[in-house]
């Protein structure tokens, strides 16, 4: 029998494609779920149980959590990085970590075949794909849903026909859940008018009055919650069970997908966006308006690669490089008050504020210069424009 790796999350695609490869295409096939923050024990414990059920020969949790902050979360904080402006890369940042864990499983066990349960339609093919390709060109890439084109009324139908239960509304919504956010699709997200009903996401609204809190940020990255210190992953975790609560963080994302057509996915992310947003605010305090402008530049092309599956560039190394060192002076208190489906940033504390009020306020006072000393800076600095006016009018 072939030794085969299945990416194996528990839903739909990946538990016909764990069944059809065993007792269909005679694969020796080994499960394995790489957790990036979707999964709880209990629920892992689940996932090994229906795996085996399905036919796998083995079923593998891997935790990268940490590898996943660590490897993308870390940079798309310090880069304040939104997808089209919207949406905080939830599950492609994902994708880049789970297949190097599975690259890096297969060849551990020496299999010859890795399978995953992409679709032809959409972005993670071409993600996991990639990374399969230039890791470990030597293993065959199986892709039975991509194949054979399969609807997802087929998988159930075929697992129904095998004395398996799936039901419709199990999977009438696909939905991919993480550290930086949980995506949601369904019938609505294939046009362009629906929107998602309010049950297809996984929080609902139950806290209604207002609440404050504090993010505290060191060199960029959150460091504590409410004044209570805690590791990155652990803080990014409390928050998002305080702010989802308030149903904060939902939208539906519209972008281009990698293969050439448009696309659109619903998420929740409330850690994630309030995370991003209190940075960016505290960023605006303590660094220069060039490199902010730089900043935007360089860390919209990190998210778009990203996106697209390509971590492997070593463009991304240098663009890693580039962000860390922004975040030098990234350090302070942000002040955020949480409300049902949105959030309010108050303000900020840092010692690193370059809105220090000993040089001036805005609008109020200068104290580091002089009326005629203003007055020759606005001259010179009006010379290209008159020169330029002048030369016109001729």
Known sequence: MKKLVLAYSGGLDTSYCAHMLSHKEGYEVHAVTVNTGGFDKEQLAGIEERALELGASTYTAIDAVQSFYDRVVKYLIFGNVLRNNTYPLSVSAERIVQALEIVEYARGVGATHIAHGSTGAGNDQVRFDLIFQVIAPEIEIITPIRDQQ???????????????????????????????????????????????????????????????????????????????????????????????????????????????????????????????????????????????????????????????????????????????????????????TLHPYRFELRGIESDNDLMNASFGSYGEMNKGWTAAEAKGFIKILSNPGKIARKIQEK
């Open 150 to 336: 399969l609807s997802r009324e087929a998988e159930i139908a075929y697992l129904q026909e095998n004395g398996i239960t799936y039901s419709w509304e199990k999977a009438k919504y696909s939905i991919n859940q993480g550290l930086w956010g949980t995506s949601v699709g369904g019938v609505e997200t294939l046009g362009s008018r629906e929107a998602l009903p309010e049950a297809a996401y996984p929080s609902q609204l139950s806290e209604t009055q207002p609440r404050n809190i504090s993010l505290t940020f060191e060199k960029g990255e959150l460091t504590a919650v409410d004044g209570k210190p805690g590791t990155p992953v652990e803080n990014i975790r409390l928050l998002e069970s305080i702010a989802s609560a308030y149903a904060i963080g939902r939208d539906i994302h519209v972008g281009d997908t990698i293969i050439g057509i448009k696309g659109r996915v619903g998420f929740e992310a409330a850690s994630a966006l309030i995370t991003i947003k209190a940075h960016h605010l505290l960023e605006k305090h303590t660094l220069s308006k060039w490199q902010q402008f730089q900043k935007e530049q360089l860390a919209n092309f990190y998210g778009m690669l990203l996106h697209e599956g390509q971590y492997l560039d070593e463009v991304m190394r240098n663009l890693e490089v580039f962000l860390a060192d922004t975040q030098r002076h990234v350090s302070g208190e942000v002040f955020v």
